[in-house]
């Protein structure tokens, strides 16, 4: 169990010391989910609080550290001079309108209030599900080198972390626009197994693959006929994540369907490639450089839902190969 202890000192109006022994009293905020309050369930949100029955744990946040990403490392804050933390103990029971209302209820009232002096707050955000409207993202805060110091001087210290909880927040964005976030993205080959090419593109934690012909790319101009197939469920068009920072070694790798969190897949539409030549290079080389689009294409989700037609054409990328 995750407790906060009083060291060396007695506090002073409700610890105190019996026959010169020291007297050490714990604060436990193990139970109960972050709090915030109603209408702020955004990046904006700063401040955050957890209770348990008579006593609270209130973080004022550091503006603009939440954001709607993955985080490549934990973000973190400085307790003191970049967020607050407060520990408060109260008459009686207390509520969350407490801390949301514009003026707070005359009961219960602060017995006492002690701000930390010292700390770090880490923010660790990863995407956790993808629909067709929305991006939903989990921010996980840890505090860690807390040091709560009450106006007698006395301190507690914790050496372990408080695990402050999970928050949510969601952003709209529809499906197409999620693979219009790879546009920047470069392609990555996987390599050619029985006459496929796996091509991947992966941001943070997502990625996008594509399996298709190898003939796709031959070194040819196509000039005004481009080269097309149908896609079927031998080609896969993935997005998803599984919870940490990919690569695309770690993606053409292999990622276990249990770890992606969000998959989406084309069950029909055309692929359709083309083709331009540059001019031969001082050793005779020439590079090809393969536009490569989709068209018509129906995506569904891990569950086999449809999650929509696109009849647009959605350019997966360019993909460069040389005559060598």
């Not at 007297?23 to 369930?41: H, L, R, V």
């Not at 904006?44 to 954001?67: G, P, V, W, Y």
């Not at 031959?218 to 998803?240: A, H, Y």
């Amino acid at each position: 169990m995750r407790k906060l202890f009083f060291l060396g000192v007695c506090f002073t109006m409700f610890w105190s010391c019996s026959d010169g022994d020291l007297q050490i009293e714990a604060i436990d905020f193990d139970e109960g989910s972050i709090q915030f309050c109603s209408g702020q369930e955004d990046i904006e949100t700063t401040l955050f609080f957890k209770i348990n029955t008579s006593e609270a744990l209130i973080l004022d946040l550091q503006s603009n550290l939440i954001k709607n990403e993955p985080s490549q490392s934990p973000i973190t804050s400085s307790i003191g001079s970049q967020s607050s933390l407060t520990y408060r103990f109260f008459s009686g029971e207390v509520a969350s309108s407490y801390f949301c209302s514009e003026i707070p209820p005359a009961s219960p009232t602060v017995i006492e209030e002690i701000n930390a002096t010292d700390g770090v707050v880490q923010i660790i955000s990863t995407l956790d599900t993808v629909t067709r409207s929305t991006k939903t993202y989990n921010h996980v805060f840890t505090i860690t080198e807390v040091v709560l110091t009450n106006g007698s001087n006395e301190s507690i210290i914790d050496q372990t972390g408080i695990d402050f909880g999970d928050y949510e927040t969601s952003v709209e964005s529809s499906v197409g626009l999620i693979f219009t976030n790879f546009e920047d993205v470069s392609i990555d080959s996987c390599g050619v197994s029985n006459d496929q090419i796996v091509l991947s593109k992966v941001l943070k934690d997502e990625f996008l693959s594509l399996t298709m012909p190898i003939s796709l790319l031959e070194n040819v101009e196509t000039g005004d006929t481009p080269r097309e197939m149908d896609l079927s469920e031998t080609i896969v068009f993935r997005n998803g994540i599984s919870g940490s920072i990919l690569s695309s070694e770690t993606v053409c790798a292999g990622i276990d369907t249990s770890e992606l969190k969000n998959e989406f897949s084309t069950t029909e539409g055309k692929i359709s490639v083309t083709t331009t030549a540059s001019e031969p290079d001082e050793n005779a080389i020439v590079t090809y450089t393969h536009t490569i689009s989709l068209t018509n294409f129906v995506l569904q989700d891990m569950n086999g839902s449809s999650a929509g037609t696109f009849e647009e054409a959605y350019v997966f990328g360019t993909f460069t190969t040389t005559s060598e």
